[in-house]
């Protein structure tokens, strides 16, 4: 009961591991620093970097224009349909002869004959 006032009796155990918690969260800082500018240095090849680059580019240029064709070939067959309505609307016309003569009769120039050798 002598130190039931006193409160500096485990003050310096909560000291030590508090400096070896903030220890330990500072080498943990430094090692994943250092892993990350390895990381860094390491995976900053130019030419690699710049070929992925390059074809991340070329790959949406195309995407954008396939849709661009996409986007064409969907009013051309709206065009292409709208004409073909317009063109069954329409009445067909059925030819007439002319009042005065008659109709000409299809008839053989040649006579027919038979050909040789074919059974």
């Known amino acids: 009961m002598s130190n039931y006032g006193n409160l500096n009796i485990n003050r310096n155990k909560n000291r030590k591991g508090k400096k070896i918690i903030i220890a330990l969260i500072c080498i943990a800082v430094l090692i994943l620093a250092f892993i990350f500018y390895i990381g860094i240095?390491?995976?900053?090849?130019?030419?690699?970097?710049?070929?992925?680059?390059?074809?991340?580019?070329?790959?949406?240029?195309?995407?954008?224009?396939?849709?661009?064709?996409?986007?064409?070939?969907?009013?051309?067959?709206e065009e292409i349909d709208s004409l073909h309505a317009e063109l069954e609307a329409m009445p067909t016309i059925e030819p007439t002869l002319p009042s005065g003569s008659p109709a000409p009769s299809v008839s053989p120039t040649s006579p027919i004959s038979p050909r040789i050798g074919v059974q």
């Open 41 to 77: 240095t390491v995976g900053s090849n130019n030419d690699k970097s710049n070929q992925i680059v390059d074809a991340i580019q070329e790959n949406t240029e195309l995407k954008l224009k396939v849709n661009e064709l996409n986007d064409q070939i969907a009013q051309m067959q």
